[in-house]
């Protein structure tokens, strides 16, 4: 059984920074690629960055790009998305999964481990 457990969420005013976190426990899933995901209000679950197991393959949504960055620690069963710059359109409930393979499309990581998820409020 796998657990991954989000934080770091919160409230924020546009054009400040957050760094989300996703702690896995249980059985290993350091070689598996991670992903962070968002869903905002009344719109379809959607990617948000992927790195690879190793760290040195990653994916960003083209609306993050330059203004996100996603990372991975091994030693901590933990990844990191640091998100700068933020803009209200960021405002989404912000969900961490992995898998075992690295995919850039949604539809393949949805039976991949899922953690709860942790909202992200970007005020204007």
């Known amino acids: 059984q796998v657990r991954l457990v989000e934080s770091g969420g919160g409230l924020v005013q546009a054009g400040g920074s957050l760094r989300l976190s996703c702690a896995a426990s249980?059985?290993?899933?350091?070689?598996?690629?991670k992903g962070w995901f968002r869903q905002a209000p009344g719109k379809e679950r959607e990617v948000v960055a992927v790195?690879?197991?190793?760290?040195?393959?990653?994916y960003y949504a083209e609306s993050v790009k330059g203004r996100f960055t996603i990372s991975r620690d091994n030693t901590k069963n933990t990844v990191y998305l640091q998100m700068d710059s933020l803009k209200p359109e960021d405002t989404a409930v912000y969900y961490c999964?992995?898998?075992?393979?690295?995919?850039?499309?949604?539809?393949?990581?949805?039976?991949?481990?899922w953690g709860q998820g942790t909202q992200v409020t970007v005020s204007s």
């Open positions: 999964a992995a898998t075992s393979s690295y995919y850039t499309d949604y539809e393949r990581w949805r039976s991949g481990y």
């Open positions: 249980g059985r290993t899933v350091s070689n598996y690629a």
């Open positions: 790195i690879n197991w190793l760290g040195s393959g990653t």
